[in-house]
């Protein structure tokens, strides 16, 4: 009786130390949509975690030699008609690399944060593009103006910036 009591409470702890461990562990990220990177407004505060993050991702992916071969920028990401899945990418290879993880845990900033940030500037970057050189006459109200601003405003930190991450001009 008491083996059985004894066994009974071994049971009983294990159980409540794999539930307490699923309770703590964070739920699962739903993935990024369209209205998530639509909605996305760039900010000075971001910038700065944005920016050191990518200056450590920049010094990894030139050291690595992986990134030669599949940079961590492509076109596809950089250009991409399919926002979501140009995020998933971005978002998946910042969370798998180790060295990229870590510079985004020091700057203080998610792998979706960065993601987003990223997605937001390229595509602010290029309207912006497209206005200074007449092609547009402006962006609608909102975020999309708010963000072709904000490059205005950093257009030289971004443009060394993303020199830095070896992302051309669009």
């Known amino acids: 009786m008491i083996a059985i009591l004894r066994g009974m409470r071994a049971t009983l702890f294990i159980v409540s130390i794999i539930s ?12 990024l949509d369209i209205d998530d990177l639509a909605q996305y407004r760039l900010t000075t505060a971001v910038f700065v975690r944005f920016e ?35 995020a998933t990418a ?6 798998a690399h180790p060295a990229l993880a870590g510079a985004l845990r020091a700057a203080r900033l998610s792998a979706r944060d960065y993601t987003k940030f990223a997605l937001a500037v390229f595509a602010a970057r290029l309207a912006h593009g ?6 547009l006459r402006g962006v609608p109200e909102g975020p999309a103006a708010s963000n072709v601003a904000f490059v205005q405003a950093h257009e030289r930190a971004i443009t060394a ?7 051309d001009h669009p």
């Open 161 to 167: 910036l993303l020199a830095d991450l070896r992302i």
């Open 52 to 86: 050191a993050a990518s200056r450590s991702i920049a010094e990894t992916t030139r050291a690595d030699p992986a990134f030669t071969q599949d940079p961590l920028f492509t076109r596809e990401i950089v250009l991409s008609d399919d926002a979501v899945a140009a």
């Open 20 to 31: 307490a461990g699923l309770m703590a562990a964070p739920p699962a990220q739903t993935p």
């Open 90 to 95: 971005l978002e998946t290879r910042l969370q």
């Open 130 to 135: 497209f206005v200074k050189a007449g092609v």
